[in-house]
Nanobody, 122 residues
Framework: QLQLVDSGGGLVQPGGSLTLSCAAS????????IGWFRQAPGKEREGVSC????????NYADSVEVRFTISRDNAKNTVYLRMNSLKPEDTAVYYC???????????????WGQGTQVTVSS
């Protein structure tokens, strides 16, 4: 059974950077695409980015394009989300999710991390 652990969140000033990690246990990640989602207070969960199992395909929400970079190291069983030029509107709980394919809708993903809080504030 695949288990995911999100980490790397925290408090950062506008314009700052953070790198989130999604570490897997119980199974190897190389068979799974990994999506990052976020949920701000009072809002629905939204997709941020996804990377295919081999890392050859990535996609990003328009709101984070250019600023965020998704990557993976299958040897370390870990996927990363590098977030640059952070804005207050990026404040949310960020979740990673796994499935054999990248999907637009969160309900398509089988496995989920517990979430990590990102707060962008001065």
């Amino acid at each position: 059974q695949l288990q995911l652990v999100d980490s790397g969140g925290g408090l950062v000033q506008p314009g700052g950077s953070l790198t989130l990690s999604c570490a897997a246990s119980g199974s190897t990640l190389d068979s799974y695409a990994i999506g990052w989602f976020r949920q701000a207070p009072g809002k629905e969960r939204e997709g941020v980015s996804c990377i295919s199992s081999t890392g050859t395909y990535t996609n990003y929400a328009d709101s984070v394009e250019v600023r965020f970079t998704i990557s993976r190291d299958n040897a370390k069983n870990t996927v990363y989300l590098r977030m640059n030029s952070l804005k207050p509107e990026d404040t949310a709980v960020y979740y990673c999710a796994a499935d054999p394919f990248c999907w637009y809708h969160d309900y398509e993903y089988q496995y989920w991390g517990q979430g990590t809080q990102v707060t962008v504030s001065s």
